[in-house]
Each structure stands twice: as C-alpha cells, then as structure tokens.
C-alpha cells in the first residue's frame, strides 16, 4: 500500500477507481463493440458480483490466498506472479498485464485467453458484470 493509501483509504480507493475507469476510456472505442470491457463499471455492485462469483476461491485480503491468489493489488500487476502461490506454468508464463480489458477478457472465459489456466471458472458472461467486478478490484489496491 502506498504512503497515500495509508494516509487516506477512501482518496486511494477514489484514485484507483479513477485509474481503472481511464483504463477502461482507452480501449473503450472497440471494446464497447465486443463486449470486452463497458467503462460504467460500479464497483459496489462489483463486490456482490464478487462474492457470489469469486469468494470460493479469491480473498480481497493482502496475502490472503485460497485455491486461487488473493486479488490485492491485482490490477496493473502482471499475470502469475504473487509470491508463494503456486500458478499453472500457461498463466506464470503467460506476461500478460492485468489492465480492465485483459481482465475482462480472462473474466469472460479463462482458458481462451490463458489455455493452461487452473482457474475452474466457466466465465461471467455478462460484459457489465465483468466491468463492475473489476471496478472492485481495482479498490484493492494497484500497482
Ligand atoms: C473455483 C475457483 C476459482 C473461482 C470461482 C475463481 N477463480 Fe480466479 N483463479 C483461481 C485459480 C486456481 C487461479 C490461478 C490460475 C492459474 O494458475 O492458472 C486464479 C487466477 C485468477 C486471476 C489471475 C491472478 C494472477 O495472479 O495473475 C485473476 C485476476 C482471477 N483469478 C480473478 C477471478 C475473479 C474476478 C473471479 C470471479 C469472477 C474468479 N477469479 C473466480 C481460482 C478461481
């Protein structure tokens, strides 16, 4: 966490919801026609979506991991690479940097982005779904 995080979680957070929704503005132009990514993502509703959908497997807890790795800082971090947790060698391997799209389209169907991925999840397939749960993550912490 940095020294501004620790001065004020709710600034941190506001920043970072900031940073993900510019990163959402940049690749919004193709991405709108997809599906990949919506630029509206709430993360509120993202934290429901997170619960329901991730909390078998994820913590939002720094450390914290479970069958899958915690998502603390997963945005801007690259893919497989948390301390300590034991990834598949496609995802380890993989460099992919978690942006809103890349994470998006993980989100939407893990093993076409990452074939090898041990990440047993069939996919959100609702694009705003998708968009509010990384508006969450994004609150976690960045790099
Ligand atoms: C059944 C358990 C399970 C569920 C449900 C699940 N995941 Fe995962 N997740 C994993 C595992 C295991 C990995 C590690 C994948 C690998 O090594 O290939 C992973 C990896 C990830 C990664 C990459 C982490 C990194 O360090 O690169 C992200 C991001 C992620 N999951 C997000 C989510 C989100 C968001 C949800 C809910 C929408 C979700 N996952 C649902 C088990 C799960």
Redesign the pocket.
């Known amino acids: 966490m940095n020294r501004s995080c620790i001065r004020s979680r709710f600034l941190c957070g506001a920043a970072l919801v900031a940073l993900a929704a510019s990163a959402n503005a940049q690749v919004s132009g193709n991405a709108q026609a997809n599906g990949y990514v919506q630029a509206n993502g709430n993360a509120r509703k993202g934290e429901d979506?997170?619960t329901t959908?991730?909390g078998?497997?994820?913590s939002a807890r720094e450390g914290r991991d479970k069958?899958?790795?915690s998502?603390y800082g997963?945005v801007g971090?690259t893919?497989?690479?948390?301390a300590g947790f034991k990834?598949?060698d496609?995802?380890a391997a993989s460099g992919i940097v978690?942006d809103a799209e890349n994470?998006s389209r993980?989100?939407a169907n893990p093993r076409a982005l990452?074939p090898g991925?041990?990440?047993?999840?069939d996919g959100?397939a609702n694009a705003q779904e998708r968009a509010d749960?990384i508006a969450y993550?994004a609150t976690l912490g960045a790099h």
Request: hydrophobic share 45%; with cysteine.
């Open positions: 979506v997170f959908n991730c078998e497997c994820h069958r899958g790795p998502l997963m971090a893919a497989g690479q948390k990834y598949s496609d995802l978690w994470l993980y989100l990452v991925s041990k990440m047993k999840f959100l749960v993550i």
